[in-house]
């Protein structure tokens, strides 16, 4: 299957600092990507949709300003979290689809996942 | 999408098939059945989909009822690194709709 890969898999940061990261389709063009939050013992939760060239569109109650998407190109997609709170930690999920070519089919691939923590 | 309902959590025997419903009584025509499973730390990994015939690939079968209000994922020799949290999601195949995950069953295989 298509491979999605996100950097970094753990990162601690202090309080008030920003954390960037960074999720990258490797042998598809990712023309859509999605950014999902799970804290422990829930279900993912998608905060936004990106599509390569456009703003990102979130999910109510996600805030645009805190949670900075970037979907420059079809293989990179960006999630900044701007000024961490220690609320803000959590797991961090990218996942890409494409609607290019026949190799890959209409589902969705998730990266291996970003564990924020901050202290 | 159509709300799906799981069991929360199963147990399996290590080599024996682990059986997992999902009932989705209000699928509609134009709905797919998507079986994702996370293993504890990772992201989701896409298992298969189906819309109304049965399907079968390396990993999994999708057993989807003739009505589609329901649908067993079977796992046909279940190994300990099949422990993970099973998801079913119904959703129209499109491509830029994201899926939305409820909270899935919980599958442990013991040895």
């Known amino acids: 299957g298509a491979v999605v890969s996100q950097h970094p898999s753990r990162v601690i940061c202090k309080s008030g600092t920003s954390v960037k990261i960074e999720c990258r389709s490797l042998?598809?063009?990712?023309?859509?990507m999605f950014w999902y939050r799970q804290f422990p013992k829930q279900s993912l939760m998608l905060m936004a949709t990106?599509?390569?060239?456009?703003?990102?569109?979130?999910e109510q109650g996600v805030e645009k300003d805190k949670f900075l998407i970037n979907h420059a190109s079809l293989t990179l997609s960006t999630l900044t979290v701007t000024s961490a709170h220690p609320e803000d930690s959590s797991f961090y999920i990218c996942?890409?689809?494409?609607?290019?070519?026949?190799?890959?089919?209409?589902?969705?691939?998730f990266g291996q996942g970003t564990r924020l923590t901050v202290v | 999408d159509a709300k799906t309902t799981q069991p929360t959590s199963m147990d399996c025997a290590e080599g024996r098939a682990a059986n997992l419903p999902c009932n989705h009584s209000?699928?509609?025509?134009?709905?797919?059945v998507y079986w994702y499973r996370q293993i504890h730390s990772q992201g989701p990994q896409y298992i298969i989909h189906?819309?109304?015939n049965n399907e079968t690939n390396e990993m999994a079968s999708l057993i989807i009822t003739e009505d589609r209000k329901s649908s067993t994922l079977i796992l046909p020799h279940a190994t300990l690194r099949d422990t993970a949290v099973y998801y079913c999601?119904?959703?129209?195949?499109?491509?830029?709709?994201?899926?939305?995950f409820g909270p899935g069953t919980r599958l442990s295989v013991l040895p």
């Open positions: 042998d598809f063009q990712a023309t859509t």
């Open positions: 209000t699928i509609s025509g134009n709905e797919y």
């Open positions: 996942s890409a689809r494409t609607d290019r070519g026949l190799t890959v089919g209409t589902e969705a691939f």
């Open positions: 990106s599509n390569e060239g456009s703003k990102a569109t979130y």
């Open positions: 999601i119904v959703r129209v195949d499109n491509y830029g709709q994201n899926f939305v």
């Open positions: 189906g819309l109304k």
